[in-house]
T-cell receptor
Framework: QKEVEQNSGPLSVPEGAIASLNCTYSDRGSQSFFWYRQYSGKSPELIMSIYSNGDKEDGRFTAQLNKASQYVSLLIRDSQPSDSATYLCAVEKGSARQLTFGSGTQLTVLP | EAQVTQNPRYLITVTGKKLTVTCSQNMNHEYMSWYRQDPGLGLRQIYYSMNVEVTDKGDVPEGYKVSRKEKRNFPLILESPSPNQTSLYFC???????????FGSGTRLTVV
């Protein structure tokens, strides 16, 4: 079992719709969870972090964490064509803050 | 401007010729990491460091070395590069907590 698993996609949604991205992790000792966005040929860019069970909202983005189910999700409301990118789920653990990434979900927002 | 700077951005080299990819951050971050990114395999951690002189292996350390003599610098060394080390490499740094890791712009390495 991979340490961090994401639906590989690709995922297509129409402009203005809600995009839902999912991630599961295997290590119950994981302490922090992140969503990164990566445009083709560019470096990953942090968009959300979450530590506690529940929802965390930042603008059009909502991260959800359920530690009992070992599940993290990202909702993007009012999706825009500029949101088209690969979204990477990352899980952090240990005192050295090791960050392990899922393989990413490619999102396309259709105008 | 707060940033992680990697050099070079692109590098083509021959098998066996030692090379160093430099990484420098200006944010006084304790934590630094190197990743490689390959199609279908995602981002995989090579080495990480939690402070000066403290480094450890990640998931794919074979064929790589690192050093952390100063807080701001974390160079990646390939003593004898091989074609299977052709990849896109990212350096990243973090203060910890809410801020996650900040990534450099990447180094595209080709070993022929």
């Amino acid at each position: 079992q991979k340490e961090v698993e994401q639906n590989s996609g690709p995922l297509s949604v129409p402009e203005g719709a809600i995009a839902s991205l999912n991630c599961t992790y295997s290590d119950r000792g994981s302490q922090s969870f992140f969503w990164y966005r990566q445009y083709s040929g560019k470096s990953p860019e942090l968009i959300m972090s979450i530590y506690s069970n529940g929802d965390k909202e930042d603008g059009r983005f909502t991260a959800q964490l359920n530690k009992a189910s070992q599940y993290v999700s990202l909702l993007i409301r009012d999706s825009q064509p500029s949101d088209s990118a690969t979204y990477l789920c990352a899980v952090e653990k240990g005192s050295a803050r090791q960050l392990t990434f899922g393989s990413g979900t490619q999102l396309t927002v259709l105008p | 401007e707060a940033q992680v700077t990697q050099n070079p951005r692109y590098l083509i080299t021959v098998t066996g010729k030692k090379l160093t990819v430099t990484c420098s951050q200006n944010m006084n971050h304790e934590y630094m990491s190197w990743y490689r990114q390959d199609p279908g395999l995602g981002l995989r951690q090579i080495y990480y460091s939690m402070n000066v002189e403290v480094t450890d292996k990640g998931d794919v350390p074979e064929g790589y070395k690192v050093s952390r003599k100063e807080k701001r610098n974390f160079p990646l060394i390939l003593e004898s590069p091989s074609p299977n080390q052709t990849s896109l490499y990212f350096c990243a740094s973090s203060h910890g907590g809410d801020y996650g890791y900040t990534f450099g712009s990447g180094t595209r390495l080709t070993v022929v």
